[in-house]
């Protein structure tokens, strides 16, 4: 019974020296050689101006979200346009309600001024 799980313990040994084994390579066979401009915080090319830990306006979240919503929409609509003559009219008005729904949660974004920018 055990035999059957080889393959899958195989593919875990396999998975995980395929990953472990570069990071161990080049922690070994790389040159240490630290100094000051390695060790110091990359911004861009210039010197850090701010901390790391600012707040930033909650809009740029906002904005984040509506992204991943509407670029899920997107990722939801290609498979659907493909197949759309085998899914039929339940296919068709499926998808009209879920972009309904999208709609009226945009609009409702639009209203609240969660796409102004000051």
Known sequence: MLENYFPVLLFIVVGLAMGVAPL????????????????SPYECGF???????????????????LFILF??????????????????TFG?????????ILVVGFIYEWMKGALEWE
């Open 24 to 39: 161990v390579l080049g922690r070994l066979l790389a040159p240490h050689r630290p100094n000051d401009a390695k060790l």
């Open 71 to 88: 670029d899920l929409e997107i990722a939801f609509l290609f498979p659907w346009a493909v197949v759309l003559k085998e899914i039929g």
């Open 92 to 100: 068709f008005v499926s998808m009209m309600v879920f972009l309904a």
């Open 47 to 65: 010197e850090a101006f701010e901390d790391a830990r600012m707040k930033f306006d909650v809009r740029y979240y906002l904005v984040a979200i």
